[in-house]
């Protein structure tokens, strides 16, 4: 998966902190029911939003500004009718904050959320919205305002009223910060580093990172786009595929005696064969939805039924079983098929090739909704399977146009089995990627950087002995000669599996550390160097550092972080870094999706008065993150006095640039030893 850069998603206003221990809250909302009918009711939610001030809408960007979301707590005699919606059209802005293109209202904001009733039932529903908001300078942290809506729907439509109506809870002026349950502060020492807001100790604008490059993210729907028609390529190359083209192109302009209507026809056929992929996609954002999606990419569960799913696709592609639709679905639409004419008829065997060619295509889509969908933009899926169906598609219209072009085409053979045990080893590499996110999440240790490294080797030495002959699969027949084009695949992978040699001992590999596990699980070192946290713990890493006069640098990360991977090895290799955050910091690293159970629940209340149970140590550095910070993006490094909690320098994320990450640490140093 591709990665490039993405700044910081929220940052508090330094200099609002400076002057007031607390912070602005520039949007309020209010929640009110309009009863629609005896079957309908719609909950409505006004923001009036200060000047100079946005608040975003619904559309989720990764490692963008937190979208406005409604969550749901508890509804009874109702069910929700959809998504919530916008009740105009948002502004569309690119911000530099962000690198990307976000959307937002100024001024006022209405967003609603349908309900379906039943009639003459009394219903309640409580949840809240979740929204941010920015200026040109900084953003606040998430937000919340809480309602709790009752009534009872009526017996026949009637005009729309107003049946209840709740203030926001966050309609008060001001911020609180959040605090903890008096019960549970003796059982996690979280207390501390929630009660005391961030402050900044210089009033110096920390130029180095206000200008950092800001670029987009790698679910940008561009990027997303071309996976898909990469993926739509190698499916068209597949035996499933590859030989059907001339054969439909041939059905079609020998169908009409006009070529004109044959070339007509062939394009319709691949048009329909874009609109039913292109409805699979947005069934999958159905499914899952907007938070759901961007939740994937470090939900351990989700990774471990990835990593399964994967692992089956590769075993299919091996030719050890098949992976195919009933086959009276394809007996059935095709005898339908022959039956229409017309648009219909031609999406019909649109349909029927999308069942038939399940067994090759249906590994390959499988994993480009994984991919995409891990990367938690709610278009997505739809996104890339458009790419992948205009990549299938196109050729069954060009063929069409320009027939005299079947004869070059290669013909079918055995090499197009090869195509497909290539993919599977591609899937089975991929796969130990989401194994590696759930077993870190966990901490299992089952699959250390090294022995990470170990198994892609091992991958890579058997797909070349595969591509040079010296075993092969049941299905096929030992290769009689190698072409020259296996021979330079085997060279490759070769080569690659040399390349990874010197990881089983600590090199970074820095072209694949996006999916490695971390540094820090590796067992086998001969570097000399490295950068090791003091702490995975908030509290002790602060009494390590007040007992050695250093400045606190804290890492929020993930186990399933790519960027984090990306930042520890283009960025913390660097030998000026290293040894700086080794010898005058005090590094303390939190993993947000730490699943490790809180031997105590711990209870905290946020500024909207919602109370949170936290029940893993993921969960407490989250909401540390959060709350504290203002941030909920990784990676996040702040920079803070371990005696004051002020903040050294202005809190950074991703960014691959060496010399930016170095005027970070020395702008905390300077700071810290003024």
């Known amino acids: 998966m591709k990665t490039i850069r993405a700044s910081l998603l929220a940052i508090f206003t330094l200099l609002a902190f400076t002057m007031s221990a607390q912070m602005v809250q520039p949007v309020k909302v209010s929640t009110r029911l309009n009863t629609i009918s005896d079957t309908r009711a719609q909950i409505q939610f006004s923001a009036t939003i200060d000047d100079g001030w946005h608040m975003y809408s619904t559309e989720v960007v990764e490692y963008g500004p937190t979208p406005t979301t409604i969550t749901i707590s508890h509804i009874e005699g109702a069910t929700l009718d959809g998504a919530l919606r916008t009740a105009s059209k948002p502004t569309k802005r690119y911000e530099e904050m962000f690198g990307a293109d976000v959307y937002y209202f100024t001024g006022h904001a209405t967003f609603t959320q349908d309900l379906t009733l039943t009639p003459g039932t009394p219903f309640s529903v409580t949840g809240y919205l979740e929204y941010g908001a920015c200026n040109d300078n900084s953003c606040i942290p998430p937000s919340v305002s809480e309602f709790s809506l009752s009534g009872t729907a009526p017996q026949t439509d009637t005009p729309a009223t107003t049946d209840a109506e709740t203030p926001s809870a966050d309609s008060t002026e001001g911020y609180t910060p959040p605090s903890l349950d008096a019960d549970s502060i003796q059982a996690v020492m979280l207390a501390d580093s929630m009660l005391h807001p961030a402050t900044s100790a210089s009033s110096e604008p920390s130029s180095s990172l206000a200008e950092t490059e800001a670029v987009g993210t790698s679910s940008s729907l561009w990027h997303i786009f071309l996976l898909g028609v990469l993926g739509g390529l190698v499916a068209l190359i597949t035996p499933c595929v590859w030989p059907i083209i001339p054969m439909t192109v041939s059905f079609f302009l020998k169908r009409s005696a006009d070529r004109r209507r044959g070339i007509r026809d062939a394009v319709i056929y691949g048009v329909s064969i874009v609109v039913i992929y292109l409805l699979l996609g947005l069934i999958v954002t159905a499914m899952f939805g907007a938070s759901a999606l961007n939740a994937l990419s470090t939900n351990a569960v989700f990774n471990i039924f990835f990593f399964l799913l994967l692992v089956v696709f590769a075993l299919s592609f091996f030719g050890l079983f098949e992976l195919q639709l009933p086959a009276s679905w394809s007996t059935h639409v095709n005898n339908k098929a022959e039956l229409q004419n017309g648009l219909f008829g031609i999406f019909l065997m649109a349909f029927t090739l999308t069942l038939v060619s399940f067994s090759c295509t249906g590994p390959i889509i499988g994993f480009l909704l994984v991919e995409v969908s891990t990367m938690g933009n709610i278009l997505g899926p739809a996104v890339g399977m458009t790419g992948f169906a205009l990549a299938l598609a196109v050729p069954f219209a060009v063929f069409a146009m320009f027939p005299g072009w079947l004869r070059q085409m290669p013909k079918s053979g055995g090499w197009m089995n090869t195509v497909k045990v290539v993919l599977g080893f591609i899937e089975l590499f991929f796969s130990l990627k989401f194994l590696s996110v759930a077993d870190l999440a966990y901490g299992w240790h089952l699959l250390d950087r090294d022995f990470f490294i170990a198994i892609w080797i091992i991958l890579a030495v058997a797909l070349g002995l595969y591509l040079v002959g010296v075993y092969h699969f049941p299905n096929e027949a030992k290769p009689k000669h190698i072409s020259w084009l296996r021979w330079l695949l085997a060279i490759i992978s070769f080569l690659f599996a040399l390349w990874m040699v010197p990881g089983l001992w600590g090199e970074p590999l820095k072209a694949i550390s996006a999916f490695t ?35 606190v640098i804290i890492d929020f990360t993930g186990y399933g972080c790519v960027n984090c991977r990306k930042m520890e090895a283009a960025v913390w290799t660097d030998p000026d870094v290293a040894r700086i955050l080794q010898e005058d910091y005090v590094l303390i690293q939190l993993y947000v999706d730490d699943k490790t159970s809180l031997s105590d629940i711990v209870t905290v209340t946020d500024e909207g008065g919602k109370t949170h149970q936290l029940r893993t140590v993921g969960g407490k550095w989250s ?52």
């Open 623 to 674: 909401y540390l993150q959060s709350s504290k910070f203002g941030a909920n993006a990784q990676p996040f490094y702040v920079i803070i006095n371990p005696v004051t909690e002020e903040l050294l320098a202005q809190p950074c994320g991703y960014d691959t640039d060496v010399n930016h990450y170095l005027d970070f640490l020395n702008q905390g140093l300077n700071n810290f030893n003024k």
């Open 517 to 551: 596990p971390p540094m820090s699980t590796q067992h086998w070192r001969l570097v000399n160097y490295e950068v090791k946290a003091r702490a995975n713990d908030y509290d002790e890493g602060l009494s390590i550092a007040r007992r050695e006069h250093k400045p």
